[in-house]
C-alpha cells in the first residue's frame, strides 16, 4: 500500500497573526505540511525556490513586492529551472477584487477571501494541489466581469480554429460559468467525457485550467 500524499505548503503574509492561525490551522492536517513562511513578496520568492511548495497561500497587498509581482517571479523561476511550478492561492479581503483577478491572470490557481470557512479553505488547497481550480465557475464569471468591463478585446488566436464543434460547445459552456455536471447535462454526456473534452481545448489552446480558459474567453470577447 502506497504511502498517503503529503502537500508541502508555504505562508506568505505580512500580518504576523493572520499567518499564525493559517500555521495552525495547515498542522491540524495529517495530509499537509507547512515547509515555510515569508512576510513579503521578496522573501516569498526566495522562500519558494528553496523549499519548492506544492501550494503557497500568497496575500495579494503586501508592503514592496505585491502578491501579484510575486506570484509572476515565482512562477517564472520554477519555469527557468524546469521545476514543478508551484500551485499559488491568492488571498484577498474584497470579493471581485481586481488585484485577486490580475494575480490569476498571471498564473494563480484561484482566490479565496480571507474569511472563508477554515474547511473551504484546506478544501481549496487540495483541489489546487490536484489541478482543479478553487473558484467556483458563477464567481468566475462574476469576478472577470467586474475585472474586463469596458476593456478591449483581441481576436482569438489561430488555435482556436482547431477546436472541434464539441470542444468548442464546451469551451463556450465553460466560458459561460457552468460546471462539468451541467455541461454534461445538457450535451447529453458524461461528466468523464466532459472531462476529457475539456482536457483537449485546454490542451489545444496552451491553457492550465478552466480559471485561465475564463480569462482566455474574457480577452478575446468569447464569453457571450
Known amino acids: 500500500m502506497s504511502d498517503p500524499v503529503v502537500i508541502r505548503v508555504a505562508l506568505v ?12 490551522l495547515v498542522a491540524s492536517q495529517p495530509d499537509l505540511l507547512l515547509v515555510g513562511e515569508a512576510a513579503d513578496g521578496a522573501s516569498s520568492v526566495e522562500l519558494a525556490a528553496a523549499v519548492r ?7 495579494v497587498r503586501m508592503p514592496g513586492m505585491n502578491g501579484i509581482e510575486a506570484t509572476q517571479h515565482i512562477l517564472a523561476g520554477a519555469d527557468a529551472r524546469g521545476a514543478a511550478r508551484p500551485r499559488i492561492i491568492v488571498l484577498t479581503t474584497f470579493d471581485l477584487d481586481e488585484a485577486a483577478a490580475r494575480a490569476i491572470r498571471s498564473g494563480a490557481s484561484g482566490f479565496v477571501l480571507k474569511d472563508a470557512e477554515p474547511a473551504f479553505l484546506l478544501s481549496a488547497i487540495r483541489m489546487v494541489h490536484s489541478g482543479s481550480a478553487v473558484i467556483a465557475p458563477s464567481a468566475t464569471r462574476e469576478l472577470f466581469d467586474h ?7 483581441t481576436p482569438p488566436p489561430p488555435a ?3 477546436l472541434t464543434v464539441r470542444e ?5 459552456q465553460v466560458a459561460r460559468g457552468l460546471s462539468n455536471a451541467e455541461i454534461a447535462a445538457d450535451e447529453f454526456v458524461s461528466e468523464a467525457t466532459v472531462k476529457t473534452h475539456l482536457s483537449r481545448v485546454l490542451g489545444k489552446l496552451g491553457l492550465r485550467d478552466r480559471v485561465q480558459l475564463v480569462v482566455f474567453a474574457y480577452e478575446h470577447g468569447l464569453a457571450g
Open 13 to 24: 503574509d505580512d500580518q504576523a497573526l493572520f499567518r499564525s492561525g493559517l500555521r495552525m
Open 53 to 59: 511548495p506544492d501550494v503557497i497561500l500568497m496575500d
Open 147 to 153: 475585472f474586463t468591463a469596458g476593456s478591449a478585446k
Open 160 to 162: 482556436f480554429d482547431s
Open 168 to 172: 468548442r460547445a464546451i469551451f463556450n
